[in-house]
């Protein structure tokens, strides 16, 4: 996590609105995503490899990062116009190196590059945390194997210091603080802060303020108060001149980052479970809690309407923003990890599949009550509602199980003569009188409800990862893919016939969790892992979903940047898509 934070309205705690102009916003974060800087005037962002427009969300540059990958660290200079960041060398290297770059935000292109050659057992070493003198002449670089200070002017390393995992530069450009953590297997005092003299390097204070590591620092401006955060679940609030406690708060789980906004009055507090504090400097324990991180998200649904979208992740809650805005509206957490959610078309039910299925009443969000499946809990169970919301289908471990929502009770068991093994999808007919069911394993039931008809189609693809019905009814969009995840596929099959109607190869690596038509049944589209040619012969474009004409096959555009996406959903009237990415971002944008 990192100035992410900034996204959010620190007196009202409430996310900032979500431009609708911007062909993609980011409102929902993560501590999964790496590394994140806001600029001090408030007009650039930067993501590892990208900087971004703050208003519109539009890329403007594209860092050069010369085959190493970015590490949890960047920071742009004061007047904005470089950006310092962290790199280490790619999985597999041989000789380790502690590296710095600074890149023109203009260009993109490096302007300084430094290398601290380690041996190979050093290899694992990363940059954790960059910060900037107030000058904007020099970088301190924190790392497990050693930090210093670099020196642009010279080009040269100006001040050796002590292993660390957070760094931070006093506004009066005196001081620099630092919290120790040493390279991996090294006897360290985890939890130990420092003050060191910017201008030498001597070490000026010290003092253990965590139980564990302390894993951001931030100065007050005046550079009289630094605050700490930690592995301990705590924040505090010390005197720099000693290093005693003025304050300590506890949240819960522990805390990964502490910023300070820009005039000072507010905390931002993010936890490693992605939950975000705002908090008052004087922190007597009041703030606003604003959860906007959750990990992998696994499923997106919208509701009747489109005004809602809800979000299942791997942290055990579903979330449920206002699409206009962008704001997040409420969270649900019915216990234990949420593998599906899903609105009713008749607007009265929302339900969760976690431990148990839990529904909740739309719009008021009344729990309603629960029901099980008797299969083991551990599989992730996926959701269909039928067009009236008077039956919810289940897919469960290896069948089908039909519950009447209103009296929450099991209405049908179903199991075809061929045990599927890992039901992927469920999806109900237009007419509401066929389900389709898809199995991991590549076979695809179409189950008719008003006898015992059943058709199976043969597989077309080795593991099935979702399906979905044309709004006519007469076409099933397929996608999963082939064996060892080399190779991803979406084919249109007729339900009449059960003839392959298109076949897209989707060359590359990693699997398809979602796919589906647009209202009109004029195109289907397929979502997954990033294109990036690995496999098929093809370059690849980086596109994570796609979509294609139904008359011809041919793709009509395709949307890249967000990493592999769990869920995607179509508004119904075709102007935008919601994803959301197991980097934990869900991201609106404007189709074209």
């Not at 005196?174 to 991996?184: F, K, Q």
């Not at 819960?252 to 992605?274: E, F, K």
């Not at 997106?300 to 579903?318: H, K, Q």
């Not at 009265?348 to 148990?356: I, S």
């Amino acid at each position: 996590m990192g100035d992410r934070l900034t996204l959010l309205d620190a007196d009202a705690g409430t996310s900032i609105e979500w431009p609708e102009t911007a062909d993609r916003s980011i409102v929902y974060g993560s501590p999964l995503v790496g590394a994140i800087a806001w600029s001090r005037d408030g007009r650039r962002v930067a993501l590892p490899g990208r900087v971004f427009d703050a208003s519109t969300w539009q890329r403007v540059t594209s860092l050069a990062l010369e085959e190493r990958h970015t590490s949890d660290a960047l920071a742009f200079s004061p007047d904005g116009t470089m950006l310092a960041g962290g790199t280490r060398p790619g999985a597999g290297g041989q000789v380790g190196c502690i590296c710095l770059v600074v890149w023109d935000v203009a260009t993109g292109s490096v302007l300084h590059s430094i290398d601290t050659p380690r041996n190979a057992w050093e290899s694992r070493g990363y940059v954790s945390s960059v910060d900037w003198s107030p000058d904007g002449t020099q970088v301190v670089v924190a790392s497990t194997y050693g930090s210093f200070v670099y020196d642009l002017p010279t080009a040269e390393v100006a001040i050796d210091l002590p292993a660390a995992q957070a760094v931070a530069w006093s506004h009066d450009g005196t001081a620099i603080a630092l919290s120790e953590r040493r390279a991996y297997g090294a006897r360290a005092e985890a939890g130990i802060v420092w003050i060191m003299n910017a201008v030498t390097g001597r070490r000026i204070l010290e003092r253990r303020l965590h139980d564990g590591v302390a894993y951001s620092l931030a100065w007050l401006p005046g550079s009289s108060r630094l605050v700490t955060a930690g592995l301990d679940g705590t924040v505090a609030v010390v005197a720099a001149d000693s290093l005693a406690e003025l304050e300590r708060f506890r949240v819960g789980g522990a805390v990964r980052v502490v910023r300070v906004s820009s005039d000072g009055r507010h905390l931002a507090i993010g936890t490693v479970t992605g939950l975000v504090y705002l908090m008052p400097v004087s922190l007597d324990g009041g703030g606003v809690r604003v959860p906007i991180g959750g990990g992998r998200i696994h499923a997106v649904t919208l509701s009747p309407g489109d005004r809602f979208a809800a979000s299942a992740g791997s942290d055990e809650t579903v979330r449920i923003w206002s699409t206009a805005s962008g704001a997040l509206i409420t969270e649900l957490q019915p216990g234990g990890r949420v593998s599906d959610v899903r609105w009713s078309p008749d607007e009265r039910w929302l339900a969760l599949a976690a431990d148990t299925i839990s529904l909740f009443r739309w719009p008021a969000m009344e729990p309603y009550g629960s029901m099980a499946t008797g299969i083991d809990s551990s599989f992730d169970e996926v959701l269909a509602f039928n067009a009236d919301g008077s039956i919810l289908a289940v897919g469960t471990m290896n069948e089908v199980v039909f519950f009447d929502p209103e009296r929450l009770t099991m209405v049908r068991r179903y199991q075809p003569p061929e045990e599927p093994f890992l039901v992927t999808s469920v999806a109900w007919s237009p007419s509401d009188d066929v389900l389709a069911m898809s199995s991991e394993w590549g076979v695809v039931w179409l189950i008719d409800m008003d006898g015992t008809t059943e058709t199976r189609i043969e597989p077309i693809v080795d593991h099935v990862g979702a399906l979905a019905w044309s709004s006519d009814g007469t076409m099933i969009a397929i996608t999963g893919w082939d064996s060892g995840f080399v190779k991803r596929r979406t084919v249109i099959v007729d339900v009449q016939t059960l003839d392959v109607i298109h076949a897209q190869p989707y060359a590359s690596q990693g699997p398809n969790y979602a796919v589906g038509f647009t209202a009109d049944d004029a195109w289907f589209w397929a979502a997954g892992a990033p294109d990036d040619g690995s496999y098929g012969g093809s370059a690849g474009d980086m596109n994570a979903l796609k979509v294609w004409n139904m008359a011809d096959g041919a793709l009509v555009y395709g949307i890249d940047g967000t990493g592999l996406i769990g869920g995607a959903a179509f508004a119904d009237d075709g102007s935008y898509v919601l994803t959301g990415s197991w980097s934990g971002e869900l991201s609106k944008w404007v189709v074209p």
